[in-house]
Every structure is written in structure tokens, then in C-alpha cells.
């Protein structure tokens, strides 16, 4: 299995934009917190979060071609395929509880950490009805794909109340790396 040294390897050889690395940061953390709830492979999905955009800078228009196509080289079929499925307009099939977990978390952890953006104090008071109202403001982060969030957490099968929870509570343990 790909390491998760080769996987920042991989990701610096790809990406350099600040925003596009903290965002794949925070999503790396919030799998890797939930396969440690599920009892999944902690490393396989830290590292399908921190590589699920890593073409995004550089081959946009082929996104996540590129990459899926690079870990299937290394015989990583199933990172490659949740990174694959991490948007549903893709048409790809949902086949494990990983990619739908790097279905919900994606959106939805880039969501939360634009609602700590636009509070004095970051992560540290933010709270689930804050997240959840700004949800309904369409023309807050208007480029999240609202469809995306609620899809996930349903093809997940988590309360979305809870979900919200989960990744504030890991994002805010990790406030200061994160700069949130």
C-alpha cells in the first residue's frame, strides 16, 4: 500500500496552492478520524482524502483522471475508485463505506472551515445550527454544492446533525495547523 510519505510525495509533485493543500489537509484528517470510528484502514483513508484533489491545480479540466490513473499504477484500485466517486455527477458507483464517506466529507469539511473564515474566533465557538443555517444560505460559499453534502451523508448513512458534529470536532482539534 502507498504510504502516506509517498502520498504527500506524490501530492507536492502535483500541487503547490495553499487553499488546495490545507483543504486536502482537513480532509485527510477527517477520514483518517473516521476510519478510526469505523475500524477501517486509518492510513488507506487518510490517504484518499489527501490525494482526492491532487490533480485538481494542475490538470483541472482532467480531474481526478490524472490521479486515478497514477494510483492505479501503483495497484491502489480502491483509493483510485473512491477518489473517482467523490462527486456524484461523475456517474461512479458507491461501493464501499470509503467512498462514501470521501463523498460526504468533501464538500461538507470545505463548507465548515469557509463558515470558521467568517468568524472572530474561527472553529473554536462554532457550532452545528450555525453550520446548518449557513447550509441554507444560498449565497453563502455559493460554490458548494449543497446536493453533494446531503447526497453523502445519506449514501453514508449518518445523521447530518451528527456528521456536522464529527468533523467540527475534528477540524477543532487541529485548529492551529489548520490556521481556523
Not at 8 to 15: G, K
Not at 105 to 114: N, Q, R
Not at 119 to 134: A, F
Not at 147 to 163: F, I, K
Request: proline share 2%; glycine share 6%.
Amino acid at each position: 500500500m502507498i504510504t502516506r510519505a509517498e502520498a504527500r510525495a506524490l501530492l507536492s509533485s502535483l500541487t503547490t496552492n495553499p487553499s488546495l493543500l490545507r483543504h486536502m489537509r482537513t480532509i485527510e484528517l477527517v477520514m483518517e478520524a473516521y476510519a478510526k470510528k469505523y475500524k477501517e484502514d486509518q492510513e488507506e483513508w487518510a490517504v484518499a482524502g489527501l490525494l482526492h484533489d491532487a490533480d485538481y491545480e494542475v490538470y483541472p479540466d482532467d480531474h481526478p483522471q490524472i490521479i486515478v490513473e497514477k494510483l492505479r499504477g501503483r495497484g491502489e484500485e480502491k483509493i483510485a475508485h473512491a477518489i473517482s466517486a467523490h462527486y456524484t455527477k461523475w456517474g461512479v458507483s458507491y461501493n464501499t463505506l470509503l467512498d462514501k464517506a470521501l463523498l460526504a466529507c468533501d464538500e461538507l469539511t470545505g463548507f465548515i472551515v469557509a463558515c470558521c473564515q467568517v468568524r472572530p474566533d474561527g472553529i473554536t465557538s462554532l457550532e452545528v445550527k450555525s453550520v446548518i443555517k449557513k447550509l441554507k444560505d444560498k449565497g453563502f460559499a455559493a460554490k458548494v454544492d449543497r446536493e453533494e453534502v446531503y447526497t453523502g451523508v445519506e449514501l453514508m448513512g449518518v445523521d447530518l446533525n451528527e456528521h456536522i458534529a464529527f468533523i467540527i470536532e475534528v477540524l477543532r482539534n487541529n485548529k492551529e495547523e489548520l490556521g481556523i
